[in-house]
């Protein structure tokens, strides 16, 4: 493992220089910031394999005709459950040195993403920080929001999007048929994304936090270690998921939602050989567009919170997280 992030580090300043400069995103500040690291840095360092999962899927898939990328990422997925996911990395990993041609073509998208993964670990901050009282825990996480919403040019919509946007379109759902096992770990990270917010609300005392944050970490390695079969086999959701956590903010729980969805499309633009490689860029867009747009193409709320039973069973989307 460290060979190989090696060599990508190395390249690092190389492959930045040929990039043009470009905006970044900063988090909101506060004191409770790497709380989650500090008291649960197994999980938290979890994350930094999930940048890796997610930059390499989409390099692998943007620069190889689809038959030699599923070859390449059956490597990646040896490596990240044999290795990186076994021991994961101290410190967050430049996604740049990884996904250097994505993030050419789809820069927009990757600062998108990079958005919404700083609301996930801020909100775990927040629920990790001891010195927070429940009410004022919930109403920096509100805060949270609000800061991530600002940010008008990156942020996902607070209402639930159509699932008709993720597997309904022409080049829907062909990322999960050719390559179901990746897809399959992919979902797993999303289980854990949101189930993880569900740890810290199963009961009042902080003093179980730890042990709570073990247990959903562990029913993860059980889904990874049980994999094809044990791999959720529909997205999961939010409001299936983690429940107590969508009840008690919604407008984060969509953003999530939102974001679980856009991973999919764009894995399946990028996988779909009927979009050219020079066209992937533009549909990219085009799906943001869509995908950002508050007034369109929507999932009532009644029906987002029925999806666990609509999509055959909380069950397929890996089940409730927490007790």
Same mark, same amino acid.
């Given at each position: 493992?460290?060979?190989?992030?090696?060599?990508?580090?190395?390249?690092?300043?190389?492959?930045?220089?040929?990039?043009?400069?470009?905006?970044?995103?900063?988090?909101?500040? &506060?004191?409770?910031?790497?709380?989650?690291?500090?008291?649960? $840095?197994?999980?938290?360092?979890?994350?930094?394999?999930?940048?890796?999962?997610?930059?390499?899927?989409?390099?692998?898939?943007?620069?190889?005709?689809?038959?030699?990328?599923?070859?390449?990422?059956?490597?990646?997925?040896?490596?990240?459950?044999?290795?990186?996911?076994?021991?994961?990395?101290?410190?967050?990993?430049?996604?740049?040195?990884?996904?250097?041609?994505?993030?050419?073509?789809?820069?927009?998208?990757?600062?998108?993403?990079?958005?919404?993964?700083?609301?996930?670990?801020?909100?775990?901050? $927040?629920? $990790?920080?001891?010195?927070?009282?429940?009410?004022?825990?919930?109403?920096?996480?509100?805060?949270?929001?609000?800061?991530?919403?600002?940010?008008?040019?990156?942020?996902?919509?607070?209402?639930?999007?159509?699932?008709?946007?993720?597997?309904?379109?022409?080049?829907?759902?062909?990322?999960?048929?050719?390559?179901?096992?990746?897809?399959?770990?992919?979902?797993?990270?999303?289980?854990?994304?949101?189930?993880?917010?569900?740890?810290?609300?199963?009961?009042?005392?902080?003093?179980?936090?730890?042990?709570?944050?073990?247990?959903?970490?562990?029913?993860?390695?059980?889904?990874?270690? &049980?994999?094809?079969?044990?791999?959720?086999?529909?997205?999961?959701?939010?409001?299936?998921?983690?429940?107590?956590?969508?009840? $008690?903010?919604?407008?984060?729980?969509?953003?999530?939602?939102?974001?679980?969805?856009?991973?999919?499309?764009?894995?399946?633009?990028?996988?779909?050989?009927?979009?050219?490689?020079?066209?992937?860029?533009?549909?990219?867009?085009?799906?943001?567009?869509?995908?950002?747009?508050?007034?369109?193409?929507?999932? &009532?709320?009644?029906?987002?919170?029925?999806?666990?039973?609509?999509?055959?069973?909380?069950?397929?989307?890996?089940?409730?997280?927490?007790?």
């Amino acid at each position: 493992m460290i060979r190989r992030l090696l060599i990508v580090l190395l390249a690092l300043p190389t492959m930045l220089m040929a990039q043009q400069r470009r905006d970044e995103v900063r988090p909101y500040p &506060g004191s409770f910031n790497w709380q989650f690291l500090g008291r649960h $840095a197994d999980a938290a360092r979890l994350f930094n394999a999930f940048d890796y999962g997610h930059a390499i899927l989409y390099e692998r898939l943007l620069t190889l005709p689809l038959k030699d990328a599923k070859v390449a990422l059956a490597d990646e997925y040896d490596f990240l459950v044999g290795d990186l996911l076994v021991k994961p990395p101290r410190f967050a990993i430049p996604e740049e040195a990884i996904e250097p041609t994505y993030a050419k073509v789809a820069w927009r998208a990757k600062v998108t993403f990079d958005w919404a993964h700083i609301l996930h670990r801020q909100i775990y901050d $927040a629920y $990790a920080d001891p010195r927070l009282t429940p009410a004022e825990r919930d109403a920096l996480i509100e805060r949270i929001t609000d800061y991530y919403l600002e940010e008008t040019r990156y942020a996902l919509p607070t209402v639930p999007k159509s699932m008709a946007l993720m597997d309904e379109q022409p080049f829907s759902q062909i990322f999960r048929r050719e390559v179901p096992q990746f897809n399959g770990l992919i979902w797993s990270y999303h289980w854990l994304q949101i189930g993880l917010y569900e740890a810290f609300l199963t009961d009042d005392d902080r003093s179980n936090d730890a042990a709570s944050v073990r247990q959903v970490t562990g029913r993860w390695r059980a889904m990874v270690q &049980g994999a094809p079969a044990a791999y959720p086999s529909v997205m999961p959701m939010a409001p299936a998921v983690a429940p107590r956590f969508s009840k $008690a903010h919604p407008r984060a729980a969509a953003i999530f939602d939102n974001l679980h969805m856009l991973h999919d499309i764009i894995s399946d633009i990028l996988a779909a050989p009927t979009i050219p490689r020079a066209g992937k860029g533009a549909e990219i867009q085009r799906q943001l567009d869509l995908m950002q747009d508050p007034t369109r193409d929507l999932m &009532g709320a009644e029906h987002w919170w029925m999806m666990g039973d609509m999509m055959g069973g909380v069950g397929k989307m890996g089940g409730v997280a927490g007790g």
